[in-house]
């Protein structure tokens, strides 16, 4: 009997989004601003007779994937999770890869230093952390900084799995996300599709 637990995200985004982000890493209504971006592009076509995954299924095992480490990523882990095949596992996280490539300034940008929902950001910082944290929105809980050499004392402490010498950006205290000020927030609050919209219809397939 299989019962993948990827069929779960329709109702994770209307009942219960916490669940959602935990498995994707994005509201439900980031993944829907995602998804009307890439679906139209020629990756999720092709002139064979096999069907493709929808493509809110393979954004889905993408942010999945991108969104945790270790074992957790792995296909095997991922088939497991989305009731697929491996092969497609790696072809769905290959192809939104590329979709997402092709539209890297419309998904990543850093705003002006003038930008007030940068300084609202900012200031939600320093209240919820400290003063001295105020301008490091552009760093998340556990992001790696790269020493210049290897540390004298407990050296291979530091030792990462990227092969570098790195300290952990490690934040205290409330949980906070300043990513919901930030303008590519605003632009998925005002996309015109409603939120879920394309949820609901995972079940269906489509010709690649």
Same mark, same amino acid.
């Given at each position: 009997?299989?019962?993948?637990?990827?069929?779960?995200?329709?109702?994770?985004?209307?009942?219960?989004?916490?669940l959602?982000?935990k498995?994707?890493?994005?509201?439900?209504?980031?993944?829907?601003?995602?998804?009307?971006?890439?679906?139209?592009?020629?990756?999720?076509?092709?002139?064979?007779?096999?069907?493709?995954?929808?493509v809110?299924?393979?954004?889905?095992?993408?942010?999945?994937?991108?969104?945790?480490?270790?074992?957790?990523?792995?296909?095997?882990?991922?088939?497991?999770?989305?009731?697929?095949?491996v092969?497609?596992?790696?072809?769905?996280t =290959?192809?939104v890869?590329?979709?997402?490539?092709?539209?890297?300034?419309d998904?990543?940008?850093?705003?002006?230093?003038d930008?007030?929902?940068?300084?609202k950001?900012?200031?939600?910082?320093?209240?919820?952390?400290c003063?001295?944290?105020?301008?490091?929105?552009?760093?998340?809980n556990g992001?790696?900084?790269?020493?210049?050499?290897?540390?004298?004392?407990y050296?291979?402490?530091?030792?990462?799995?990227?092969? =570098?010498?790195s300290?952990?950006?490690?934040?205290g205290?409330?949980?906070i996300?300043?990513?919901?000020?930030?303008?590519?927030?605003?632009?998925?609050?005002?996309?015109?599709?409603?939120?879920?919209?394309?949820?609901?219809?995972?079940t269906?397939?489509?010709?690649?």
């Open positions: 009997m299989r019962a993948p637990q990827i069929q779960l995200l329709p109702a994770f985004a209307d009942h219960r989004p916490d959602f982000r498995k994707l890493r994005v509201n439900p209504d980031t993944f829907d601003f995602i998804l009307d971006r890439i679906s139209g592009h020629p990756i999720f076509q092709n002139n064979s007779p096999n069907r493709q995954l929808p809110a299924l393979q954004l889905a095992i993408f942010l999945n994937r991108v969104g945790h480490y270790g074992n957790a990523i792995s296909p095997e882990d991922v088939r497991q999770w989305a009731g697929v095949s092969g497609s596992v790696i072809n769905c =290959n192809r890869m590329i979709a997402l490539l092709d539209l890297h300034d998904f990543i940008f850093f705003p002006g230093a930008d007030s929902k940068l300084a950001a900012r200031e939600f910082i320093e209240v919820r952390t003063a001295a944290w105020r301008n490091g929105v552009f760093a998340a992001s790696a900084v790269k020493l210049m050499m290897k540390p004298s004392l050296g291979e402490t530091f030792y990462d799995r990227k092969c =570098n010498y300290l952990n950006c490690q934040v205290g409330q949980q996300d300043p990513m919901g000020d930030l303008p590519v927030a605003a632009a998925r609050r005002d996309a015109s599709q409603p939120p879920n919209r394309r949820l609901q219809a995972w269906s397939r489509q010709h690649s």
